[in-house]
């Protein structure tokens, strides 16, 4: 296997992860479209496709990182992280992720001054 055959199949692995943990929102957004309110429908369900884009986006993040470290981990032979510390990784993920969400969000409801 070459790099470039490597660097995809890792590329897809990890959106398959991310898709997979935001099953829910996924299916949400589906339900959105084919039962939602027509309200809903007929902004194509800008809230439910937000919420699973940015939650896909967490999450690929975040499973790349712990591949990232697993690799350190295969290639020093020794440990880096346990599983306590693997799930502190993914959580500090997702804050830092909240968190420049909340940052964006605030810079884009912030008042303009007129130059």
Known sequence: ?????????????????????????????NLCMKSGE????????????????????????????????????FFLSVPLYSADSAILLVRNCVLMADHDHDKKKAIAQSPRIPL
Not at 4 to 10: H, S
Not at 47 to 72: D, I, P
């Open 38 to 73: 027509w309200t809903s429908r007929m902004t194509m369900c800008r809230k439910e496709v937000q919420r699973f884009e940015r939650c896909y986006m967490t999450q690929a993040v975040c499973v790349f990182f712990l591949f990232f470290f697993s690799l350190f981990s």
């Open 1 to 29: 296997m070459d790099v470039l055959e490597g660097y995809k199949e890792r590329k897809a692995q990890i959106g398959k992860a991310a898709l997979e943990n935001c099953a829910e929102e996924q299916m949400d957004w």
